[in-house]
């Protein structure tokens, strides 16, 4: 199978020449291989990979199976392959193995899907951006010295650049939207317990993560939904496996309302400010949205982004406290002496000291949003927001300078921390992390669907994504108003284009 070949097919795609017998799955497996070895040592965007096993794992793949066989990468974050190395994007653990598949890792499998390998992440998924110390930085393939974003980062790479037609990824604050944005992909973050985390994880971060994949086509992401959602053994959420997903792609939905917003309910408390093409992007999708016959109308979500970013950054410091705990476990080396970025140490040190009664206080926050959310989706099918202030930042542009690194360090100081917490240290650290991306947080805290679609790309190349976010639960909806838009901007036809290094298609 020659490469434009392979990278001309979505992951449905590729299935369907597997069971027409058009080319093997051996082929296809071959094809994918090839790709890795020949261009991720320049992207980065593949921290380890698992050939001979992932071979002998697609002998005993369904040929009935949706996927077929088609090849696929993790990420190397909470998606455990039994006695394999999951890194989390850290040095501290390298050396760890997971004890057992997670129940999404065999409902992959049960899907057809070839497990090649795990892509890049920031350390345990924490930045917005992939540039991790332990390894490799993804670059993103639209525009070198770019990056993908994160926390997916990897993932998203390894689809822009045509390593894969679909990566797993995971969303805790815009993880798979942003990096979406950025790689001109198609990015689901489904309603909040959709997928299982099972059987090492019930909730992470309260709820807040939900993994899915980045795609280059929302079928790919439709059909994957119908194979992996619903709860397994153990699950916190009582939510069965549904089915429908790709069957609601199959015609446009109903005339929609939809809310269309610039977000500055949500970024101007952090001193966002919007780019002129991710405005443009936007304003332009509205106008495609009601020249498709959708009734559109501005209107900001019922939001005090000030106390959304100081909520969800407190309980992502109580969590990450709580993370390098267990690592320590796990290792059993002291959380004084992990092998962590000075970053990663600050905010567990801050967390450390957080109160019981300033973490509930967050978590009850969150309910109010959703509460409001719910009520404004009485009035609206759909809002329609930014993903991100900007189109992709350039590599070291948003990771902690040395000075920064030098004041987080004073936090190991007796007695710092919890005075630089009663200092405002929360506020600083929420427009510091947020202030390009203040817009995704909104759907992981309430638990609403949302997605990125690849709608525009700038006169000087670099796609900028537009955030759709619905009710809970109303995924079918949002697919189906995605493809919708797929068909009318053609967005497909643009990725084996641009992964093959050739011209790509006019921005707009």
């Given at each position: 199978m020659e490469p434009s070949e392979y990278r001309a097919y979505d992951g449905l795609g590729?299935?369907?020449?597997?069971?027409?017998?058009?080319?093997?799955?051996?082929?296809?497996?071959?094809?994918?291989?090839?790709?890795?070895?020949?261009?991720?040592?320049?992207?980065?965007?593949?921290?380890?990979?698992?050939?001979?096993?992932?071979?002998?794992?697609?002998?005993?793949?369904?040929?009935?199976?949706?996927?077929?066989?088609?090849?696929?990468?993790?990420?190397?974050?909470?998606?455990?392959?039994?006695?394999?190395?999951?890194?989390?994007?850290?040095?501290?653990?390298?050396?760890?193995?997971?004890?057992?598949?997670?129940?999404?890792?065999?409902?992959?499998?049960?899907?057809?899907?070839?497990?090649?390998?795990?892509?890049?992440?920031?350390?345990?998924?924490?930045?917005?951006?992939?540039?991790?110390?332990?390894?490799?930085?993804?670059?993103?393939?639209?525009?070198?010295?770019?990056?993908?974003?994160?926390?997916?980062?990897g993932a998203a790479a390894a689809v822009a650049g045509g390593l894969v037609p679909l990566a797993m990824g995971g969303d805790g604050g815009g993880s798979l939207r942003i990096p979406a944005s950025h790689c001109g992909l198609f990015g689901l973050k489904p309603s909040r317990g959709r997928v299982p985390l099972g059987p090492q994880y019930a909730e992470v971060w309260q709820g807040a993560v939900v993994e899915h994949a980045l795609t280059r086509s929302v079928r790919d992401s439709a059909a994957l939904l119908d194979r992996t959602n619903g709860m397994d053994e153990g699950a916190p959420q009582p939510l069965p496996r549904e089915e429908g997903f790709l069957a609601a792609i199959a015609r446009p939905p109903a005339r929609l309302r939809v809310a269309v917003s610039l977000g500055e309910s949500l970024g101007a408390p952090l001193g966002t400010r919007l780019a002129p093409d991710v405005q443009h992007a936007v304003e332009q999708a509205a106008r495609r949205l009601e020249a498709m016959g959708h009734r559109v109308e501005w209107c900001d979500p019922p939001v005090e982004g000030e106390r959304l970013a100081d909520s969800y950054l407190t309980l992502y410091l109580g969590h990450l406290a709580a993370d390098l705990a267990w690592i320590s476990e796990q290792t059993g080396v002291p959380v004084r002496r992990l092998d962590i970025e000075p970053s990663t140490r600050a905010i567990g040190r801050l967390g450390r000291w957080l109160s019981a009664r300033d973490y509930e206080l967050a978590k009850r926050y969150w309910n109010r949003v959703a509460r409001a959310m719910g009520e404004f989706h009485c009035r609206y099918d759909v809002l329609l927001m930014p993903v991100a202030a900007t189109p992709a930042p350039r590599l070291g542009e948003l990771y902690p300078d040395a000075g920064k690194e030098r004041l987080m360090s004073l936090l190991a100081l007796p007695g710092a921390a919890p005075l630089a917490l009663k200092a405002g240290m929360l506020h600083r650290l929420a427009r510091d992390a947020l202030c390009r991306t203040p817009f995704t947080q909104l759907a992981n805290l309430t638990g609403q669907p949302a997605m990125s679609l690849p709608l525009h790309v700038t006169p000087d190349g670099l796609p900028v994504g537009v955030q759709a976010i619905g009710p809970m639960g109303d995924e079918r909806r949002l697919l189906a108003l995605a493809a919708e838009l797929e068909a009318d901007s053609g967005w497909g036809h643009r990725l084996p284009r641009a992964a093959n290094g050739e011209s790509r298609a006019d921005p707009g």
């Open positions: 590729l299935a369907a020449l597997i069971r027409r017998g058009e080319v093997s799955r051996e082929e296809v497996f071959a094809a994918a291989c090839a790709a890795i070895e020949a261009e991720n040592p320049r992207l980065g965007a593949v921290v380890r990979c698992r050939f001979e096993r992932a071979e002998q794992e697609g002998r005993r793949v369904d040929p009935e199976a949706p996927f077929a066989g088609v090849p696929t990468l993790t990420k190397d974050l909470l998606m455990a392959i039994g006695g394999e190395p999951l890194a989390f994007g850290s040095a501290a653990l390298v050396d760890w193995r997971a004890p057992e598949d997670a129940s999404l890792v065999r409902r992959l499998r049960e899907a057809g899907l070839v497990i090649l390998g795990q892509t890049a992440t920031p350390e345990l998924g924490l930045m917005g951006i992939t540039e991790p110390r332990a390894f490799a930085h993804p670059l993103n393939p639209w525009k070198a010295g770019y990056s993908p974003g994160g926390s997916s980062g």
